[in-house]
């Protein structure tokens, strides 16, 4: 009876963080087909309305909605091929060759985690002016190529999932440094490289305080940027904002669906292997 009640308890707990976690994304759904008086009417809508449109097309003509979201997929698409390129090779180099100051180095990478993101945006804009970037997509992506974190999941991941002999194998077969990497590495981190594209991807997408201090027209920001335009000091198109933000939310959601199976033997394949 003890056991059972645990059980429930548990399982008790679970429904509500998943009611607690799905909220905010239904009624963003939900106050995207709703005018703004609907939203802030009481008690507020728990259904889906009929003012789509009229939310879209505020949108669309205030700001530059598509080319903002083509800005995204770009930002978001060369930061995530990049990064898994550069990590993996890196996460390589770390795991399966000895060389001199390897563990410092390494130390020194993972201390990069240790200082909060928005310390470092005066120095990288400054970085980014000296250099001429500033207004340009690369000045975003370039920076983000081969970052700590994913460094760090790929020399795990490559640890614990691929013995030293396979390596030592192809190099007896004739097999170049970069070919193993690319004929014999990639393909066995293809869990790894999944779970590492999906959060890089997400995070690229959802970036705001780099874009919106780097990039200084509105043709090159981002949704997450050009969204916060809509929020004036007397006047804020709450349903317009609702309807961009799902239409920005909704190409993640489908991402996930279609990676979370992968996401999840990424995360926990390496748990389980010595």
Known sequence: MGSFLL????????????????????????????????????????????????NYQILVNKIPFWRAYWNNFYLAFMTT???????????FGFAMYQFRWREQLFAV??????????????????????????????????PAMAGALGIFMMRQYIISAIPKELIDAARIDGCSEFQ??????????RPALGTL??????????????????????????????LRTLQGATDVEWGAI??????????????????????MEGLTSGAVKN
């Open 81 to 91: 091929i990049t990064s898994l390129f550069f990590c993996s090779l890196a996460g």
């Open 7 to 54: 059980r429930l308890g548990g399982y008790a707990i679970l429904v509500l963080g998943g009611v607690l976690t799905i909220a905010p994304f239904y009624f963003m759904f939900v106050f995207a087909t709703h005018q703004r008086s609907e939203i802030f009417g009481f008690p507020p809508p728990l259904w889906f309305g009929e003012h789509f449109m009229t």
């Open 180 to 189: 193993i990497y690319w004929r014999i590495v990639l393909p066995l981190i």
């Open 197 to 226: 594209g999906l959060i890089t991807f997400i995070g690229s997408w959802n970036r705001f305080a780099d874009v919106n201090v780097i990039m200084r027209t509105q043709e090159t920001k981002t949704i997450p940027v050009v």
């Open 109 to 142: 990478v993972m201390a990069t985690l240790l200082v909060p993101a928005i310390l470092n945006l005066i120095p990288f804009y400054l970085l980014i002016f000296q250099i001429g970037w500033i207004n340009t997509p690369k000045a975003l992506w370039v």
């Open 242 to 263: 609702m309807a961009g933000t799902a239409l920005m939310v909704a190409p993640l959601l489908l991402v996930f669906a279609i990676a979370a199976r992968q996401l």
